[in-house]
Antibody, heavy 120, light 108 residues
């Protein structure tokens, strides 16, 4: 079964750090571009960051640039998001998402999400 | 940056047809993807590249795109279709995806 499982969320104070992880299974992880997409409570979907297969190209939303770092370990079938200098507005569910070239670049597989709460 | 506009909400009776729109400048020149998100669940890909359905998605769900508007059509609406629906495209010459604000479908 194709699956993405996130972990690492939790409660953190403003200015603090968290590292999210996403473990992939059921497909050749190294062949897919991967993304993080978040959703604030009661709000819509917001793309956070993406990384291509070889990690050569990495992209960030302006709202997290300079604070978040995406990375991947293809040998471990894992995707990561290091989040520093966290703000209240970073609160939300963070989804690990696969981008599939066979579906014209649509996000075809989503993890169940991990909740990040930034609060004092 | 590119903006996608969706109506915040839509209501439809069971058995009827629901049409959810997604507006964007010359959106027909891009490939529009649609996602369904039920309460407490992760989004699911419904339609990709304007009109294509992933395996397992019922034929009741269809998509189209023309000019400045893309449309997700749900035929024979069922209670289980009650969810939030999001459109998404990739900005030209960038690797930045853009999501619409989402439309909450209520089944009366």
């Amino acid at each position: 079964e194709v699956q993405l499982v996130e972990s690492g969320g939790g409660l953190v104070k403003p200015g603090g750090s968290l590292r999210l992880s996403c473990e992939a299974s059921g497909f050749t992880f190294s062949s897919y571009n991967m993304n993080w997409v978040r959703q604030a409570p009661g709000k819509g979907l917001q793309w956070v960051s993406s990384i291509i297969t070889s990690s050569t190209y990495i992209y960030y939303a302006d709202s997290v640039k300079g604070r978040f770092t995406i990375s991947r370990d293809n040998a471990k079938n894992s995707l990561y998001l290091q989040m520093n200098s966290l703000r209240a507005e970073d609160t939300g569910v963070y989804y690990c998402v696969r981008r599939n070239g066979y579906t014209s670049g649509a996000f075809d597989i989503w993890g169940q999400g991990t909740m990040v709460t930034v609060s004092s | 940056s590119y903006v996608l506009t969706q109506p915040p909400s839509l209501s439809e009776a069971p058995g009827k047809t629901a049409r959810i729109t997604c507006g964007g400048d010359n959106i027909a020149s891009k490939g529009v993807h649609w996602y369904q998100q039920k309460p407490g669940q992760a989004p699911v890909l419904l339609i990709y590249y304007d009109t294509d359905r992933p395996s397992g998605i019922p034929e009741r769900f269809s998509g189209s795109s023309s000019g400045n508007t893309a449309t997700l059509t749900i035929s024979r609406v069922e209670a289980g279709d009650e969810a939030d629906y999001y459109c998404q495209v990739w900005e030209n010459n960038s690797d930045h995806p853009v999501f619409g604000g989402g439309t909450k479908l209520t089944v009366l």
